[in-house]
């Protein structure tokens, strides 16, 4: 039996309902085939599908695949509308109910929302702003012990080196050195398999009998028996631990009730997929885009060299002042978002733009088609990290730099993955010079995570005097914020009138003195609020988060004396719950 027998065969259709008042049908996309739709092209294509139609159709456009109604929004006033509509409204749990059979049945979005949104609340701890000032130096010793075998010169498969070193910094930052440390190869080969089993197919059906669907129900399978082996062993054991396992076998509902073993093995997994699937392609796409723009790849280089000049220690705060390197991986996700469709059901009939849409519709949001507006983004086919530098700060627009979704879904795991993705990268930039082996680099769309066509293979060369080195990281003490050694302005025996970089603290906080308000007005968006606690880790003297797990502002019209780390906590919010305005009241 053919797969488009099986994923279009004829239902019962339903009599439509009338459209209301003052209200018209969303436009439709050309070339439906009779029966079946566009779920002949949504299979083969679903990207092409979607570029087609924002270009066809512009903010709106509708199609059929599999008898579901699907309506695709594109530019930053319909994805706010997507992501600000609360979940009795637009509610992700029917789509992503293509994570069942990953995650486990009654898990996240296979769970009611009462349940999930408790259960969400236990994965925050590990991706909180105290443990996650931990990470960046875990992410370079777990990098560096990768690498370790490599030699001087040589070539690597990237994306698969990628994949399997996010896999160990995740589970150690995440899951702790117990569950790191009885990781194997194996364990790798049944994630992945779990992973690709997220595949658009599973939208139109996630149990069709092909062999990603068995591979992935047979990971599943095997994932439960290692997690299991590590919570019993612990059990048995009396060790506690400071991680996500610990946290999730202490963890229990409102009611009372503790976590089932098979509970705990879907919220772990639903961790790993916050903290990995973004970063293994990430960091490959990253890397890639360097090495096809050699501009770029010196400049990050040079920030690289200058920051850890030195032999400064690796510290969250010393990572923070790679600031063109943040850049160049959020440009690297501008240009390759992991997730190349976002979906919402519609739970009522919903109105946007004068389109009545109406209860059972699938909302799409495309963060791929987004990103690659002429009129949101200033030639959106180049690669160029600099349009996220103060003064352009393209992303700044509200929900036009959707890379991680938005609104109260936003990926819980995104200031985690930056972080990753920036570690590993500084530590390859400061060991290595690195070039492209000969691969053509596409992408591959055939999973829901997108990355690079495998092979994409890259040929290193130790360099002889590295920047970033496992001595560093346990090198005594980080050295002064107020003028830190990568700052050649500062640096010993410098020309007069050297240009500090924009991440020099002392700089910066100078130039913000000269020029700063005599008042600043503090607004928050708790609806985006998902409880990071980074805004109260930079300046706790103004926020904290409550018991509801959103921030708290103490004062909305902070001291000037404590302007310097308010912005510091707007900057990093991960969610940019934060918004400062000058007020000259």
């Known amino acids: 039996?053919?797969?488009?027998?099986?994923?279009?065969?004829?239902?019962?259709?339903?009599?439509?309902?009338?459209?209301?008042?003052?209200?018209?049908?969303?436009?439709?996309?050309?070339?439906?085939?009779?029966?079946?739709?566009?779920?002949?092209?949504?299979?083969?294509?679903?990207?092409?599908?979607?570029?087609?139609?924002?270009?066809?159709?512009?903010?709106?456009?509708?199609?059929?695949?599999?008898?579901?109604?699907?309506?695709?929004?594109?530019?930053?006033?319909?994805?706010?509308?997507?992501?600000?509509?609360?979940?009795?409204?637009?509610?992700?749990?029917?789509?992503?109910?293509?994570?069942?059979?990953?995650?486990?049945?009654?898990?996240?979005?296979?769970?009611?929302?009462?349940?999930?949104?408790?259960?969400?609340?236990?994965?925050?701890?590990?991706?909180?702003?105290?443990?996650?000032?931990?990470?960046?130096?875990?992410?370079?010793?777990?990098?560096?012990?990768?690498?370790?075998?490599?030699?001087?010169?040589?070539?690597?498969?990237?994306?698969?080196?990628?994949?399997?070193?996010?896999?160990?910094?995740?589970?150690?930052?995440?899951?702790?050195?117990?569950?790191?440390?009885?990781?194997?190869?194996?364990?790798?080969?049944?994630?992945?398999?779990?992973?690709?089993?997220?595949?658009?197919?599973?939208?139109?059906?996630?149990?069709?009998?092909?062999?990603?669907?068995?591979?992935?129900?047979?990971?599943?399978?095997?994932?439960?028996?290692?997690?299991?082996?590590?919570?019993?062993?612990?059990?048995?054991?009396?060790?506690?631990?400071?991680?996500?396992?610990?946290?999730?076998?202490?963890?229990?509902?409102?009611?009372?009730?503790?976590?089932?073993?098979?509970?705990?093995?879907?919220?772990?997994?639903?961790?790993?997929?916050?903290?990995?699937?973004?970063?293994?392609?990430?960091?490959?796409?990253?890397?890639?885009?360097?090495?096809?723009?050699?501009?770029?790849?010196?400049?990050?280089?040079?920030?690289?060299?200058?920051?850890?000049?030195?032999?400064?220690?690796?510290?969250?705060?010393?990572?923070?002042?790679?600031?063109?390197?943040?850049?160049?991986?959020?440009?690297?996700?501008?240009?390759?978002?992991?997730?190349?469709?976002?979906?919402?059901v519609a739970q009522v009939d919903w109105e946007y733009g004068g389109y009545h849409i109406p209860k059972g519709t699938w909302i799409i949001v495309s963060p791929t088609v987004a990103h690659r507006l002429a009129d949101v983004f200033h030639d959106p086919d180049v690669f160029d990290p600099d349009r996220f530098a103060e003064g352009r700060a393209e992303d700044k627009r509200d929900f036009a730099y959707i890379a991680f979704g938005g609104g109260r879904h936003k990926c819980l795991g995104n200031a985690f993955a930056i972080l990753q993705v920036k570690a590993i990268l500084a530590l390859l930039l400061g060991q290595f010079e690195l070039g492209l082996h000969g691969d053509a680099i596409e992408t591959n769309f055939q999973g829901l995570v997108v990355g690079p066509k495998e092979p994409c293979r890259v040929r290193y060369r130790r360099r002889a005097q590295p920047s970033v080195t496992m001595s560093q990281m346990s090198a005594g003490q980080p050295l002064s914020e107020a003028a830190p050694t990568g700052c050649p302005a500062h640096a010993k025996g410098a020309t007069e009138g050297a240009s500090p970089p924009a991440a020099c603290p002392a700089h910066a906080e100078g130039a913000r003195e000269a020029k700063a308000p005599a008042k600043l007005r503090i607004r928050v968006d708790r609806d985006l609020c998902q409880g990071h606690g980074v805004c109260a880790g930079e300046c706790p003297e103004i926020f904290a988060v409550g018991r509801d797990q959103k921030v708290m502002v103490k004062n909305t019209r902070p001291d000037p004396a404590l302007h310097e780390k308010v912005r510091l906590a707007a900057k990093h919010c991960p969610t940019n719950t934060i918004r400062l305005e000058e007020d000259v009241d």
């Open 1 to 344: 039996m053919d797969l488009f027998d099986v994923v279009s065969r004829p239902r019962g259709e339903k009599k439509k309902k009338p459209i209301p008042a003052g209200l018209k049908e969303a436009p439709r996309l050309s070339g439906a085939l009779p029966v079946v739709g566009h779920t002949v092209e949504f299979v083969r294509g679903t990207i092409e599908l979607l570029f087609r139609a924002q270009r066809e159709l512009g903010e709106v456009a509708a199609f059929d695949v599999a008898h579901r109604r699907m309506v695709a929004v594109f530019g930053p006033k319909a994805q706010e509308a997507v992501f600000r509509a609360p979940d009795t409204v637009l509610s992700p749990s029917e789509a992503y109910k293509i994570t069942t059979p990953i995650f486990g049945k009654d898990v996240v979005y296979d769970a009611p929302p009462e349940k999930m949104a408790e259960q969400l609340k236990m994965l925050l701890p590990a991706l909180q702003d105290r443990r996650m000032r931990t990470y960046g130096e875990v992410v370079v010793r777990e990098t560096e012990e990768t690498i370790r075998p490599w030699g001087e010169t040589g070539v690597v498969d990237f994306v698969e080196f990628c994949r399997v070193l996010t896999n160990f910094t995740s589970a150690r930052c995440l899951l702790g050195n117990e569950f790191r440390e009885g990781m194997s190869e194996e364990f790798a080969r049944v994630y992945h398999d779990l992973e690709a089993g997220a595949s658009p197919l599973a939208y139109v059906n996630p149990h069709l009998p092909i062999p990603i669907f068995r591979r992935r129900d047979a990971a599943r399978v095997r994932m439960m028996e290692m997690i299991s082996e590590n919570v019993n062993k612990r059990r048995a054991s009396g060790r506690g631990g400071d991680d996500f396992l610990q946290t999730l076998m202490e963890a229990s509902y409102s009611s009372g009730a503790k976590l089932s073993e098979h509970e705990i093995t879907g919220l772990l997994l639903a961790g790993m997929f916050a903290g990995h699937h973004t970063s293994s392609v990430t960091t490959a796409w990253a890397l890639l885009e360097l090495l096809r723009h050699p501009t770029h790849y010196q400049r990050a280089v040079a920030e690289v060299d200058r920051v850890f000049a030195g032999g400064r220690p690796v510290s969250h705060s010393v990572l923070r002042e790679l600031t063109y390197l943040e850049n160049v991986v959020k440009e690297a996700l501008r240009l390759h978002p992991p997730l190349f469709m976002l979906v919402r």
